[in-house]
């Protein structure tokens, strides 16, 4: 039998083609789509830095009264820094208040089994803001912003120092920073606010999370 020859109707290679085509485009549109809002968030400054931190403090068992202050949301604008430190050989979270008082507690087993990573350079601070509705709870880098560079060899500390007026302090470049307004620069040259972690408590005698 002889082959029979195949016809195929223009009006059909057409339609085919138009779709293939309606495809593609809308493929390509749907990127585009995508790609704007980050290429219009470019200049737009962060509010949480992406630099790795993960701190989690169980406060109903370490009892503590520094850190207790500074997450009690109906007493803002305490604020304390959190270091990790050795005593006695024995690994231990360090609480320093704006108003000078101090205080360690060891590590209990639970805490020696995490992977604590305090910040830039072993050092946050944490306490709830005055100026906010509902109070944020705020967990900022003790480096300051502005001076610190995380990829210099070695690393040199530019700790910010703390005050009972809600201000962070740089003795280098001798900017200031409101703590209870997300950390922007209140007084000296403009520049980076403060590096901003996220950050969540259950209450005075609750946990705290950093990361």
Partial sequence: MADCPIVVNSNIMFRI??????????????LLAGLLPLSACN????????????VV??????????LASSMNASAPGLFCIVRRTMQNGANCFRFDSADGNSSTSVFTAIDER??????FNNGLIVGFGSLSSPMTFYAYDLECPNCFDPNYIPVR?????????????????????????????????????????????TGPLGVMSVN
């Fill in 157 to 201: 500390s530019k700790p910010l120092s703390i005050s009972v007026n809600g201000l962070a302090t740089c003795n280098l470049c001798k900017r200031q920073y409101d703590m209870n307004n997300g950390g922007i620069v209140s007084k000296g040259e403009g520049g980076k606010k403060m590096t901003r972690y996220r950050a969540a408590t």
């Fill in 43 to 54: 200049n737009v400054e962060t509010e949480f830095v992406n630099s790795p931190c993960w």
């Fill in 17 to 30: 083609m138009f779709s293939a085509c309606k495809v593609r485009l809308c493929r390509v549109v749907c």
């Fill in 114 to 119: 995490r992977t604590l990573v305090f910040g």
């Fill in 57 to 66: 403090i169980d406060n109903s068992i370490h009892q503590n009264p520094v």
